[in-house]
């Protein structure tokens, strides 16, 4: 039975063939009821395809509760519809975000069942985001039937509304994918003419088909220029009019100087045309950008479904009884009635009833806060188990959440500082670069020969042309990006790059970064022979299968079988009861259970018909790889501390254990950005590893921060780098990484200063024709390129 | 060699053919989601529940 496998979502099954079904003559066992009523809709539904295609398991279906299938009908109030939709004529537009999505196949799935029904106009889900584009007639089929729809399929839907940048990056991208397309397909062509002329040179080429092979360059040439090269010109533009010199300006100027030479020269049957060169260019430019511009928007999607965790809806109370409005048009005074497991839509007052919430999202604390009437509550938390009814304080845009997302958007669209640094050197090459031109061109016009003057100005140009210069930081950094990405380490500033190498300090969060940030069993003392310590185990937790509690989610790896249970009630922040084979069974705190002895450190209690039975001792463990990660960092020199708000003395033992250079515990957010600066005074460089939103504002003061996989996204939002897997260790090969990165670009950069000292002297005495200018401009990009790439293999 | 004055003009009306077409892929999100559709070949446009002999999910 123990490797027994859930059909749909491959955990091991352990309630037997308690549910099975028939699937292509086979009976296949289940380990729920909502797995097994998941994969009965999808195979009368006739997709059975799914099981064969999906190349990752499906994750476990909970069994919706009723409470929230009536929650989504909120969402078919029109003012709240209006709220999250856009209407297009007869149809409603609207994004999803849908969890739950582990392949390409679970976005087939929902797509087709959404589209046998006739009012669905189209439905489009993009699985790498996880959103889905929908129309449909909103007045023929209801919002909510459709979520439940997919619901029924094993995922949950709820409504996103994708911000304003998001779609600017979008339409960013767009472009660039344009301008890729149209200096790409065009050098091919540009090139293929240039051959022609290439061979014309060596075996002789009629005058009339020279001319018109290169009146066709500069035509085809024209669209890229003005098209695909229009950001660099504008860019240039604005950088002259501000007087900052950037990387842009020998760029435009190296690329209308030789159209215009090349313009000059098809017009008037003379010197050499090098419309080849000028689309080259633009187009490996452009392939640059692209890349590095995806990578941040990807960075940004995979970021930004936190928008998500936003309460849509809220129910108000009114005179004429609770409602259901848009939580957005919540104004302060109103009063609100949250339910167990919804998640607050505003900043407010708890004005009635009592419960505990997470808010893990805003304070990294994973353990449940319980509120009181009076006590101040915060949106985006969730209200785990009692009935609240809270006086709204701050409009949803103005919450701490509202506050904390436009902060964090704001860190987001800064430009890497790494290209700022070619940038310096860009203004200080083109001031120089430009007076040696005209100076070349002087020195040839007056003294030397006024024939020759201004080709030698344009091979100087175009070798000096600082092509390589350009591509030498930002390719390294794409590469540097994209294979950091495939490791599962998703860089979101690339400014993070370049200060990795001088990191020296490293400073660590300890619960949810050094340790797992959840409740496990620690150790069980049990307080009565008759049951082993398995059973009580398992007793305690088929129990816990009835709370959402965190500690409830420690046992669930401990149910060996499924048992019966008659009359669960579960107490608000107390416990749970029930009867189990006609005894009496309470499982919680020692006074739910009603024990007057206590073991110390125990926090949950199992009683049987008032038998005390077993004590549970629950502890935050520290994650296995973490004590091999600190010692091999320690190795290469970091200094390692930790920072933790937890004031018992688990700080201190952890510290030991793990032979920390310093710890402070008992740190508020404002005490760890204190400590965190007081090191940056000293000079030291600091990365800073953390999980929750009380880390962000450290997140602010480190030179690099990083967030773990658990952490709250909003952490994520804030961190210059996001570890996308549960594996502390990838800050190793984050570290190695930003060492390779730069010294890739410390050669790309070497390599391209020193060919240009080497060239310009030749060109300035005339000894370098234009064209051998262009092979010696190309193969230095060339290697400044396949450099770069190098990033990718390792 | 005078073909060409006829050929290189035919050319660059399939490339402006393949760059408006492109340029209608991009407007219509066709770059969007590139993993979904590579594997959308493989199932079937219709499903109608046929025996299968072949099973290859364990």
Known sequence: MGDLKCFHCHEPVLTGDRFTLQIDGTAQPFCCAGCQAVADTIIQNGLADYYRFRTESATKVAAMPAQLAAELENFDQPEVLADISRQQGELTELELSISGMSCAACAWLIEKQLKKQPQIASVTINSSTQRALLRWDSKALPLSQILSRIAALGYQASPFVADQEEQTFKQELNRYLKRLAVSGILTMQVMMLAFGLYFGEFTGIEKSHEG?????????????????????????????????????????????????????????????????????????????????????????????????????????????????????????????????????????????????????MLTGEYRPISKMAGEQVLAGSINHDGLLTIQVTEVLAHSRLGQIIQLQQQTLSQKPKLVEKTDQLAKYFVERLLVIAVLTFGLWYFWWNPDRAFWVTLSVLVATCPCALSLATPTAITCALARLNRQGILIKNAQALEALPQITHIVLDKTGTLTEGKFSVESVEMLSTAYTEQQALNLIANLERYSEHPIARAFAPYQTAAEELQQVTVSVGAGISGYWQQHAVRVGSASFCQLSRTVSGAMVYLTINQ????????????????????????????????????????????????????????????????????????????????????????????????????????????????LLKPDVSLLAALLKGGKTTASVIRQNLGWSVGYNLIIIPLAVAGFVSPYIAVIGMSFSSLLVVSNSLRLLKK | MSIIYVLIPIAIFFVAMGIWIFFWAVRSKQFEDLEKEGLSILFDEDNKPKPSADKDEP
């Not at chain 1, 003005?226 to 504008?234: D, E, I, M, S």
């Open chain 1, 212 to 360: 018109y092979l290169r009146w066709i360059s500069l035509l085809l040439t024209l669209p890229v220029l003005l098209y695909a090269g229009k950001p660099f010109t504008v860019s240039a533009w604005r950088s002259i009019k501000a007087r900052q010199m950037n990387m842009d300006v020998p760029v435009s100027l190296a690329l209308w100087y030789t159209y215009l030479a090349s313009s000059y020269a098809t017009v008037f049957h003379t010197g050499e045309v090098y419309f080849e060169s000028v689309c080259m260019f633009i187009f490996l430019l452009q392939l640059g950008k692209f890349f590095e511009y995806r990578a941040r928007a990807q960075a940004r999607e995979a970021t930004s479904n936190l928008l998500k965790i936003m309460p849509v809806t809220a129910t108000q109370l009114t005179d004429s009884g609770p409602q259901a409005t848009s939580a957005r048009r919540l104004q302060p005074g109103d009063r609100i009635l949250v339910k167990a497991g919804e998640t607050l839509p505003a900043d407010g007052i708890v004005l009635e009833g009592q419960s505990s919430v997470d808010e893990s």
């Open chain 1, 611 to 722: 038998q005390p039975i077993a004590a549970v001792t629950l502890s935050d463990r520290v994650r296995p790889e973490v004590p091999a990660l600190l010692a091999s960092l320690q190795q290469q020199g970091y200094q390692l501390g930790m920072l933790t708000g937890d004031s018992s003395s688990q700080a201190e033992q952890l510290a030991s254990e793990l032979q920390l250079n310093f710890m402070h515990k008992g740190c508020t957010p404002e005490q760890k950005v204190t400590h965190i600066q007081q090191l940056i005074s000293e000079g030291k460089q600091v990365l800073m590893l953390g999980d929750g939103i009380n880390d962000s504002p450290g997140f602010n003061a480190a030179h690099i921060s990083v967030a773990v996989h658990s952490g709250a996204d909003l952490s994520k939002n804030q961190a210059d780098v996001v």
